[in-house]
C-alpha cells in the first residue's frame, strides 16, 4: 500500500469511525460495551490461521448487534442532577439548564458571557482514593465550550498533594458548539488520593458564552473507541506486503462467531495492490457462500478498479471509488446508509462563505419515522455549523438535545449530523442551513492532546501558584520531532466546500439497477427504477443524471412507465431509459431523482446515486451486481 493511501486512512478516520468502533490487531476480542452496531478495524497484523507478515490494509468490518448494558463501578459520578452539593463552586460559576440530555450542567458564567481577568474553578468536593489495582483509571466529562481562541482557556487540572499544587490534564480554547465526550488517563495516578479541578483563565481582552461541563465520572475508562482506532491506523505504513485476502479471511471469521441472523457486511478500503497470499480469489468463495456483502473503496489515482469491482460484484456489494480523501466522508456515509437500509432523500454540494448561509430543502413524507440530516466538509477549524428549521418554521440546533429527546446531534471536526425522530420528525419540507460565523475560531479536537490544541502554542506554562504544566500524562500519540508539520490554516475569507446528505429509514423506497451486468463501451444501457410502499407507485417524476468521461456537466433524461422504453408493462411501477454506451472508457456517475406522490397523496423525494470506476480499456465494462429490493445506492462501472 502506497504512502498516499496510508495518509488518506489516517486523515479521514475521525470522519469514519464514531461510537462503537472496536479496534483490532488480528484477534477476535470481544464486541464490548453497548453500541447497536461495532466497527472493527483490521490493520493487518493478523497472525491466524497462519502467520502472515507484516501487512498494511486497513480492513473495517460492520456487523449489528442488540442494545446491552456495561455495568461500571465509578469512584465519582455525577450527572447535575442532584444539585450542587458534589462540588465547591468559586463564583461565578453555577448550575444552568444547558445540559447535554437533562436538566443540568455546570457553567463558569450563567448569567452570559464570563469576565475578563477571571481565574475560577469548578472543583470536585472530595478527595477521589484510585486503587492501584484499578484498571486505566480515568477522568471522563462532557463538555462544550466558546472561548477566546488562543488567548483564554479551560483547564482540567489534578492535585495528588490536597490541593497544594495542581498540574494540568487538559487545555481547551477556541469553539466546540456541540457536545463532545472527553477522557483523560490517570494511570500515573494509582494508588494515590486525588483531587480534580475545571479552571477558566481568561485575559484581559474580549469574552465569549464559556465552558460547559456534564456528567463526570472518575473510575475505570470508558472504551474509547475511536482513540484505539486511531492508534492501529497509526501503525499502517507503506513497507512490507499486502494481503487483501488475509484481511478479507479475518473480518469473515469475525461476522461469522456473530449471531447468524443478523445481515453481514465487510467495507474494504485498498489500493487493490495485494502481493501476498491469501489471495482474493482464494478467500472470496466462502464469503459469497456465507452470503456476506462485500463493500469496496478503491482508494488513489492507481487503485486496481478491476479487482476491487470484481469483488464488489460477486459478493452483491457496492463499488466506490476515492481519488483522494475528499470523498471518504461522503462514501463511508453513503455505505452507512446501505448497510442500515436507509433511502437518501437529498444529496447536493455546495460551497459556504464566512458570514454567509446555504439551504438545502428535504422533504418528509408521513412514511418516515428517523430522518439523519448530515454535512461534511474539508478543512478543520473552519468553523462549519449546521442547523435545521422544521415545516412550522421552529428552529434546530446543537443545542437542542438538551430539551428534547426526539434530537440527537453528534459533530466532529469535518461532519455533524442530526438524527430526528417524531414526533419532532414531522411530515412537510424541512431546511438544513450550513452556514460559517463572519470570522471562524478555531475549533479544538475533542481527543488532541495538550500540544495540539487549537491555540496552545499562546498558553504559556503556569509556575506561580502552585499550577505545574504536566506533558507526561497525554493519552493520545505524542509528536515525533521528525513529523511533518502542520498544514497552515485556512484564510478565513476562504469559502469552504461541504456537502450535504438526509436519509431515512421508510416505507417508501426507491430501487435503481440497470439491465445486466456486463456491457461493451458501445452497447446501449437500459437502467431501471422501481418505487414502491406496499404496491407500486405510479405516475412519479423520475429524472436520471448521467456525467460520462470527458464531460465537465452531466445531462439529465426523464425515466418512464409507459411500456415502451424497455421498462415492461405500463403503469406498473417500473421506470426506465435507454442510453447509448460512452463509446470510451472512464469515470461515469448516475443519479437518480423520483418525486410525486405517494398512494395516500403524500408528496415525497427519493435519490441514489451510482459511482463508476475508469478502465483503460474498450473491452466489456461490468455493472456490479445488485439487487435493491431496499432501495439503496449501487456503484456502476464502466471499462
Known amino acids: ?71 461500571v463501578t465509578h469512584l465519582f459520578s455525577d450527572s447535575m442532577e442532584t444539585g450542587a452539593s458534589r462540588w465547591i463552586a468559586a463564583p461565578p460559576w453555577g448550575l444552568t439548564s444547558v445540559a447535554r440530555n437533562s436538566a443540568q450542567a455546570w457553567t463558569d458564567s450563567p448569567a452570559g458571557n464570563y469576565a475578563n481577568n477571571t481565574n ?116 499502517l505504513n507503506s513497507r512490507g506486503d499486502t494481503s487483501i485476502g488475509g484481511g478479507l479471511q479475518r473480518s469473515q471469521h469475525l461476522l461469522t462467531s456473530a449471531n447468524p441472523a443478523i445481515p453481514r457486511a465487510i467495507v474494504l478500503l485498498s489500493d487493490g495492490q495485494e502481493n501476498t497470499s491469501p489471495y482474493v480469489a482464494d478467500v472470496l468463495p466462502p464469503i459469497r457462500d456465507a452470503q456476506t456483502t462485500v463493500h469496496t473503496i478503491g482508494v488513489g489515482q492507481d487503485a486496481d478498479q478491476r479487482l476491487m469491482l470484481s469483488i464488489a460484484a460477486q459478493t452483491d ?111 412537510g419540507v424541512w431546511r438544513m442551513r450550513v452556514s460559517r460565523a463572519a470570522s471562524s475560531p478555531g475549533i479544538v479536537a475533542a481527543d488532541a492532546p495538550p500540544s495540539e490544541v487549537a491555540g496552545e502554542e499562546h498558553l504559556e506554562p503556569e509556575v506561580e501558584n502552585g499550577i505545574v504544566p504536566v506533558d507526561s500524562l497525554r493519552e493520545a500519540r505524542s509528536v515525533e520531532p521528525d513529523e511533518p508539520a502542520a498544514p497552515p490554516a485556512l484564510p478565513a475569507s476562504t469559502d469552504e466546500p461541504f456537502v450535504v446528505r438526509a436519509t431515512a429509514r421508510a416505507d417508501l423506497t426507491l430501487g435503481f439497477y440497470p439491465d445486466k451486468t456486463e456491457y461493451l463501451t458501445t452497447e446501449p444501457i437500459i437502467g431501471f427504477v422501481t418505487l414502491a410502499d406496499d404496491a407500486p407507485i405510479t405516475g412519479a417524476n423520475v429524472l436520471l443524471s448521467v456525467q460520462y468521461p470527458g464531460q ?40 437518480v431523482t423520483a418525486s410525486g406522490s405517494s398512494r395516500q397523496g403524500e408528496p415525497f423525494v427519493r435519490q441514489a446515486e451510482l459511482l463508476s470506476s475508469p478502465i483503460p480499456t474498450r473491452t466489456p465494462w461490468c455493472i456490479s451486481r445488485w439487487l435493491c429490493a431496499r432501495g439503496v445506492p449501487n456503484s456502476l462501472n464502466y471499462h
Not at 491466524?48 to 449489528?64: C, D, E, K, M, T
Not at 476515492?322 to 437529498?346: C, E, F, K, M, W
Request: net charge negative; proline share 7%.
Open 1 to 71: 500500500m502506497n504512502t498516499d493511501i496510508v495518509s488518506t486512512v489516517q486523515e479521514k478516520v475521525g470522519d469514519v469511525v464514531g461510537e462503537g468502533v472496536s479496534v483490532l490487531k488480528g484477534e477476535t476480542g470481544a464486541i464490548s460495551g453497548a453500541p447497536l452496531a461495532n466497527f472493527h478495524f483490521v490493520t493487518g497484523l493478523a497472525t491466524a490461521p497462519r502467520a502472515l507478515p507484516r501487512q498494511a490494509f486497513g480492513l473495517v468490518a460492520h456487523l449489528v448487534v442488540p442494545p446491552g448494558t456495561v455495568a
Open 120 to 235: 475560577s474553578a469548578l472543583e470536585i468536593a472530595t478527595p477521589i482514593a484510585i486503587p492501584a489495582s484499578m484498571t486505566a483509571p480515568a477522568l471522563m466529562f462532557w463538555h462544550r465550550y466558546d472561548i477566546e481562541n488562543g488567548f483564554d482557556r479551560g483547564e482540567v487540572e489534578i492535585s495528588a498533594n490536597n490541593g497544594v499544587t495542581w498540574q494540568r490534564l487538559r487545555s481547551f480554547t477556541g469553539t466546540a458548539l456541540g457536545w463532545r465526550r472527553e477522557m483523560i488517563s490517570l494511570d500515573a495516578y494509582r494508588g494515590q488520593t486525588v483531587r480534580v479541578r475545571f479552571r477558566l483563565v481568561t485575559n484581559a481582552f474580549g469574552v465569549c458564552n464559556g465552558w460547559y461541563i456534564d456528567d463526570v465520572a472518575l473510575g475505570p475508562a470508558w472504551d474509547d473507541v475511536c482513540a484505539r482506532a486511531q492508534a492501529a491506523i497509526d501503525t
Open 317 to 427: 456489494g457496492t463499488y466506490n471509488y476515492a481519488p483522494t480523501p475528499d470523498q471518504l466522508a461522503r462514501i463511508y456515509n453513503t455505505i452507512s446508509g446501505n448497510v442500515s437500509n436507509r433511502q437518501t432523500l437529498a444529496t447536493a454540494s455546495g460551497s459556504v462563505a464566512p458570514g454567509a448561509v446555504v439551504t438545502q430543502e428535504v422533504t418528509i413524507d408521513p412514511s418516515i419515522a428517523e430522518a439523519t440530516f448530515w454535512v461534511g466538509w474539508t478543512n478543520p477549524g473552519i468553523g462549519v455549523v449546521l442547523t435545521l428549521q422544521m415545516p412550522s418554521g421552529v428552529s434546530i440546533d446543537p443545542a437542542t438535545p438538551t430539551t428534547n429527546s426526539d434530537v440527537v446531534y453528534v459533530s466532529g471536526d469535518t461532519y455533524a449530523y442530526y438524527r430526528v425522530r417524531t414526533p419532532t420528525l414531522t411530515p
Open 552 to 591: 465537465t456537466t452531466p445531462f439529465t433524461v426523464p425515466m418512464h412507465d409507459d411500456g415502451l422504453h424497455g421498462d415492461g408493462a405500463a403503469g406498473d411501477g417500473v421506470y426506465a431509459v435507454l442510453l447509448l454506451g460512452p463509446r470510451e472508457p472512464g469515470t461515469v456517475t448516475f443519479t
